[in-house]
């Protein structure tokens, strides 16, 4: 038992005590007799717990679990976070990114392809489906849930083979019709495993783009819009090298964003279905009469996808790239205005309005966090991190196909889900934001020195000799005040005109904007016009 002393003593008590001893370790756990036995290494019971002290060799830390199986995967006990502690905010993608999704989508495409089958005068052994049969196969779909996934999963515990055991599952369900019974060895007629998956895949990306990226895209450059908006003649002190540089206003980031969300809108969803290696092989065998490359062709495209035509036993998965790409850019733009906001927010050019009953520290109570914005940044920079990979590795693929594609393409949801968490929090954050007007405006009154800039620029347009330099000389490194800038400016009456001395004397940093007023006015309509440029 001298192995003892690196088990965890689980009474509440001692448990984070560090004067725990071994002693009372000892007085505290007992052999187990029965089914631990096979690890060859002691196992003790300790309030409830069992401790396993084998890992303790390599680790130091010994392992801990419940007796019995592995607990019942919740909320609580999910190893992704996407599914535990975040679950509320993606839970709607689990219809389409879960193993019963996928096993779904697969089933989708198998009905359909067994009703184009039947609609092919050149396939004379599949006849035309009675109504009675029509409706069987749409109900099946319709209805289709986790019980008949499970029925799936079941049968592939035999197959070892996903798809093999859709087609499997499928046959069963026929049986029940005798008009499909007669039929059902035509399910996955001339079909290679990745016909049926690529299509799937497809079909994901097409429903949790359009139902799901794009409206949330949406909502988040409609608030940063209505944010630049009601910020608009609120000028601000502008940073350029993290330097106080020309005022400005908001709003870029609106019409940044409006680019990719449109650049991904774009990406055309492409799918094959075109047998083992692309040429219709099996097809053509069966029925060479048949111009399978049309036929097949426009199955695809009654999925509501396009057809790549020209393929290997994959879709090359190019198209994916363009999302996940197109994504990426849409992220880092948010991780941009994440982080210049968080910064804004820590100048105290915007206060956050505070909720009743949340903490901002454990131990400083006054402290109110941009939490949401490092939230969002956070899980962009995961969500990328997924997506690169993907990106990278999907349209690669050795000779005709490997397997590599297969596991990684199983993560498809997890970068989405990642970014639909962020754009989640960029909202929130957004939505606490109340803009400090007093503070843009102190922070621009003690930086006069920003108007170094249209007064060498008039005395330009007036000729007046070494203008960049001399105000150079005067502001580079100073602290200049409205007072000493004024001085300046009337120095000049000797060699510019009254009026242009007059103009620059009402000049001061909250007025000098140039015309971002106005370009924030036309941002709706340059947002609408983003569409027609790309």
């Known amino acids: 038992f001298a192995m003892t002393s690196r088990v965890i003593n689980a009474n509440p008590s001692t448990r984070f005590s560090p004067a725990l001893r071994l002693s009372s370790v000892r007085r505290s756990c007992r052999p187990v007799p029965s089914a631990r036995r096979e690890c060859s290494v002691p196992v003790f019971r300790t309030r409830g717990l069992v401790v396993k002290a084998a890992a303790s060799r390599e680790t130091g830390v010994p392992v801990v679990w419940r007796e019995g199986d592995a607990p019942e995967l919740t909320g609580l006990t ?51 489906f009675s109504t009675e049969a029509t409706d069987f196969l749409d109900q099946l779909l319709d209805e ?90 609120v ?62 062709q426009e199955f695809v495209c009654s999925l509501g996808l396009k057809s790549n035509p020209y393929i290997t036993q994959i879709e090359p998965h190019d198209y994916m790239a363009e999302v996940f790409q197109a994504v990426m850019r849409f992220n880092n733009i948010l991780i941009d205005f994440d982080r210049d906001i968080w910064a804004y927010v820590a100048m105290k050019y915007f206060k956050q309005r505070t909720v009743e009953g949340e ?36 349209p690669i693929s050795r000779w005709q196909r490997d397997l590599t594609d297969s596991t990684v393409i199983r993560n498809l949801g997890s970068g989405f889900a990642q970014s639909v968490l962020a754009y989640t929090s960029t909202l929130k954050g957004i939505s606490k934001l109340m803009p400090d007007e007093a503070a843009m405006y102190a922070d621009l009154d003690t930086n006069w020195e920003v108007l170094a800039e249209p007064i060498q620029t008039v005395m330009r347009r007036y000729n007046v000799s070494e203008p960049y330099e001399k105000l150079k000389a005067f502001t580079r490194g100073q602290r200049v005040t409205k007072e000493s800038m004024q001085n300046f400016v009337q120095g000049l009456a000797s060699e ?17 904007i140039g015309n971002a007023v106005q370009q924030t006015k036309n941002l709706r309509a340059a947002m609408d016009d983003v569409q027609k440029t790309l």
Request: glycine share 6%.
């Open 78 to 128: 999910a190893i992704s976070p996407l599914d535990g502690r975040y679950g509320r905010v993606t839970k709607d993608l689990r219809a389409i990114f879960s193993e019963y999704g996928l096993i779904r989508y697969r089933t989708l495409v198998e009905v359909r392809w067994l009703q184009t089958l039947a609609e092919l005068e050149g396939v004379p052994e599949v006849p035309s």
């Open 235 to 296: 000028p601000l002190l502008a940073r350029t090298h993290g330097q106080p540089a020309s005022p400005t206003t908001m709003g870029i980031f609106a019409y940044r964003l409006k680019r990719q969300r449109e650049q991904l809108a774009a990406v055309p969803i492409l799918g094959k279905f075109a047998g083992a290696v692309g040429n219709y092989n099996a097809h053509i065998s069966a029925y060479p009469e048949v111009d399978w490359q049309t036929v097949n």
């Open 496 to 512: 510019m005109p009254e009026e242009a001395i007059h103009e620059l004397m009402q000049l001061t940093p909250m007025n000098y």
């Open 359 to 394: 903490v901002g520290s454990s131990t400083m109570p006054h402290k109110v966090n941009p939490i949401d914005f490092e939230n969002s940044e956070g899980n962009l920079g995961v969500a990328n991190a997924l997506m690169d990979h993907l990106a990278n590795k999907l």
């Open 144 to 233: 289709f849930g986790t019980t008949d996934a499970q029925a799936v999963k079941d049968i592939e515990k035999i197959t070892n083979h996903d798809v093999k055991a859709i087609e499997y599952a499928l046959k069963t369900k026929f049986k029940e019709l005798p008009e499909l019974a007669a039929v059902m060895e035509f399910t996955h007629f001339g079909c290679t495993s990745e016909d049926i998956n690529n299509l799937s895949h497809a079909l994901q990306l097409q429903e949790a783009i359009c139902g799901h990226m794009l409206p949330m895209m949406d909502q988040v450059i409609e608030a940063i819009a209505v944010l630049a908006e009601q910020t608009a003649e």
